[in-house]
């Protein structure tokens, strides 16, 4: 018989961080840098744990460039040739310590992948992203990962539930990415009726992993630099953006003007029917395209946006009294709410 799980479930609109006491005397006394020890690889990193998702439009070369100059994260799209990863590496290997090394479960990843990293071993991250992290298969893939490169930091999701999390990371992974759906170019929701609320995926998740001393990302749903808070101070270690990078120059694609002047970039969820397209020739008749594909203001370099980002968060401890961005899930109290903003005036940009 079917089940109903009671509760309520939250996401990040439903819900805003209780200010605190604080003696902090100003924003720029914040540190936002994490330091981290993962679980099975062993390895130690330094760094704004903010990554740049692994899709086509944003998981590019050109971000990775910029996001290290804030040292910050970039998980690179899998849709690179090895030549051209090698290119980059050969140009850029003060970048390396701060991407990953995207790849999907089919053999055919797993060859390309090996052959990336033999070329390029100074790469020290794998971001291993399926749809659906909740397969044998996926799980099986994790462990030959960790049993081919011992010493690699994985990343791997995408999961929603504690059980997954941990199921996962005694399998050999590190860092686990959380978030079904909550993507602004996702329609798994829409197409499947699956998903869960990305703040209780964050809460719960987040504490399935620490009590193993693994690490998560929260993946998706973030719509605003309060949102990267909220997730970080529900307990994520890294939270992953995709529809907060697009449109800048450092993503894929030309800017279009359109007929009234505008100017916009295409941007896409990895399982739309315009990804599938790309990259596998169309959408196979088994499965639906569970993304949209939209149109993006052009928003310039994305240097502004990162800063703002940046900087929302150092705002966000100041009012919770964190002095390190370490202490923000300690000093939060979320509370319900029923309205976010007032949006009496609505922002329009100039």
Known sequence: MPKIEEGIKLDFKDVLLRPKRSTLKSRSEVDLKREYTFRSSGQRYTGIPIIAANMDTIGTFEMALTLHKHVCFVAIHKHYSIEEWVTFAREHKEVLENVAVSSGSSEADFEKLKE?????????????????????????????????????????????????????????????????????????????????????????????????????????????????????????????????????????????????????????????????????????????????????????????????????????CTYTGAGKLKELPIRTTFIRVTQQTNEIFQMHEV
């Open 116 to 316: 990336i990293i033999g070329h390029i071993p100074e790469l020290k991250f794998i971001c291993l992203d399926v749809a659906n992290g909740y397969s044998e298969l996926f799980v099986e893939f994790v462990k030959k990962v960790r049993a081919q490169f011992p010493q690699h930091t994985l990343m791997a999701g995408n999961v929603v539930t504690g059980e997954m999390v941990e199921e996962l990371l005694l399998c050999g992974a590190d860092i686990i990415k959380v978030g079904i759906g909550p993507g602004s170019v996702c329609t798994t929701r829409k197409k499947t009726g699956v998903g869960y609320p990305q703040l209780s995926a964050v809460l719960e998740c987040a504490d399935a992993a620490h009590g193993l001393g693994g690490h998560i990302i929260s993946d998706g749903g973030c719509t605003c630099p309060g949102d990267v808070c909220k997730a970080f101070g529900a307990g994520a270690d890294f939270v992953m953006l995709g529809g907060m990078l697009a449109g800048h120059d450092e993503c894929t694609g030309e800017v279009v003007v359109k007929p009234n002047g505008r100017k916009v970039k295409q941007f896409y969820g990895m399982s739309s029917a315009t990804a599938m397209v790309k990259h596998h020739g169309g959408v196979a008749e088994y499965r639906a395209s569970e993304g949209k594909t939209v149109e993006v203001p052009y928003r310039g370099p994305v240097e502004a946006t990162i800063l703002d980002v940046l900087g929302g968060l150092r705002s966000a």
